[in-house]
């Protein structure tokens, strides 16, 4: 949480090392997300469909390629006020609805619901 901004990219589903043999694409929020926000710290994530299904947009900013990223750098750099309120805000999200307990219970919810769709 030392950084001024954290920059959250999203694994290319082509590179070599991840192993990903057959070629399936990302598409969710990664799990440094959370981490990043349960630190009361600034990021910038990658788009990822389901991104906002978990923070909204006065949450979490994103970008859609190198050039978005580089601009939204030069952007928030200069705007500490507004970097230390996305912070603030996903980490009240954060510690108030993505820790394990919730995630368990939410599990167990659905287990006990028969619904399993979000699992």
Request: proline letters at 1%; a negative charge.
């Given at each position: 949480n030392g950084a001024y901004i954290n920059?959250?990219?999203?694994?290319?589903?082509?590179?070599?090392?991840?192993?990903?043999?057959?070629?399936?694409?990302?598409?969710?929020?990664?799990?440094?997300?959370?981490?990043?926000?349960?630190?009361?710290a600034f990021q910038l994530m990658q788009n990822a469909d389901d991104l906002y299904e978990y923070?909204?947009?006065?949450?979490?900013?994103?970008?859609?390629?190198?050039?978005?990223?580089?601009?939204?750098?030069y952007t928030y750099i200069k705007n500490?006020?507004?970097?230390?309120?996305?912070?603030m805000k996903a980490y009240k999200k954060t510690t108030e609805n993505h820790t394990f307990e919730n995630r368990l219970k939410t599990i167990i919810s659905c287990i006990d619901s028969g619904k399993t769709k979000h699992l």
């Amino acid at each position: 949480n030392g950084a001024y901004i954290n920059i959250n990219t999203l694994r290319p589903f082509d590179e070599d090392k991840n192993e990903n043999h057959t070629g399936i694409k990302n598409k969710s929020v990664n799990n440094r997300i959370f981490d990043i926000s349960a630190c009361d710290a600034f990021q910038l994530m990658q788009n990822a469909d389901d991104l906002y299904e978990y923070f909204s947009e006065d949450e979490i900013v994103s970008f859609s390629d190198e050039g978005d990223l580089i601009n939204k750098i030069y952007t928030y750099i200069k705007n500490k006020d507004e970097t230390a309120t996305y912070s603030m805000k996903a980490y009240k999200k954060t510690t108030e609805n993505h820790t394990f307990e919730n995630r368990l219970k939410t599990i167990i919810s659905c287990i006990d619901s028969g619904k399993t769709k979000h699992l």
